[in-house]
């Protein structure tokens, strides 16, 4: 089982409220991601987990705040948005993290601000 | 700054022809994944490739990484409407993944 699942799968929100994306996989992998997608470019990383602890933060704003409750959970709160964080939010683990573990990907979740 | 060169980034071709998509670096990974993306969905593995001169068969899709292990080539044969899609290489390196531009395929039937 190679799966990782993302709820929900689409979200619209307004600029004044709070959310969340959430993400579990079942596969032992002691790292997770957030990845953020805007059309017709490649994901861009925000956030990295190993081991329940955050290890990189891509100079992500303050809006987005990872939150890891467990070594299968991870969370991505949003609050006060602008609309040019609309984009696909990827989920994403592997093994242990570091060179050579493949990363697998949910299946995104659209977010919408309006 | 593109650490990751993918080409080409669109091809169009009719079904039953051959194609390669290149990703080059000057850089070494140790690893390279390479995924297809449907619009809307998240980035499905295809294969990794780990040792230098790796060569990997996915049915009709064969992969290969360069013997230095900084460039990575797919080729389809035979090409169908089913391989329509993004293509999107990533060498690993450290927690990062280092992403190609990606190549949208087109088949025609």
């Known amino acids: 089982d190679t799966e990782v699942t993302q709820t929900p799968k689409h979200l619209v929100m307004g600029m004044t409220n709070k959310k969340s994306l959430k993400c579990e996989q079942h596969m032992g992998h002691r790292a997770m991601y957030w990845y953020k997608q805007k059309a017709k470019k490649p994901p861009e990383l925000m956030f990295v987990?190993?081991?329940?602890?955050?290890?990189i933060n891509e100079s992500v704003p303050s809006r987005f705040s990872p939150e890891c409750p467990n070594s299968s959970l991870l969370n991505l709160h949003l609050h006060a948005l602008q609309p040019e964080d609309s984009a696909l939010y990827l989920c994403?683990?592997?093994?242990?993290?570091?060179?050579?573990?493949?990363?697998?990907f949910g299946e995104g979740s659209w977010l919408t601000v309006v | 700054t593109q650490l990751l060169e993918q080409s080409p980034q669109f091809l169009s071709i009719q079904e039953g022809e051959n194609l390669t998509v290149y990703c080059n670096s000057s850089?070494?990974?140790?690893?390279l994944q390479w995924y297809r993306q449907e619009p809307g969905e998240g980035p499905v593995l295809l294969v990794t490739?780990?040792?230098g001169g790796e060569v990997k068969k996915l049915k009709r899709l064969t992969f290969q990484f360069g013997d230095a292990r900084k460039d990575s080539s797919l080729h389809i044969t035979a090409a169908q409407p089913g391989d329509t899609g993004l293509y999107l290489c990533a060498g690993a390196r450290n927690y990062q993944l280092i992403w190609g531009a990606g190549t949208k395929l087109i088949i025609k039937p």
């Open positions: 994403a683990s592997s093994g242990q993290g570091g060179s050579g573990n493949t990363i697998y």
């Open positions: 850089s070494v990974f140790s690893s």
């Open positions: 490739v780990v040792t």
């Open positions: 987990y190993s081991y329940e602890k955050l290890s």
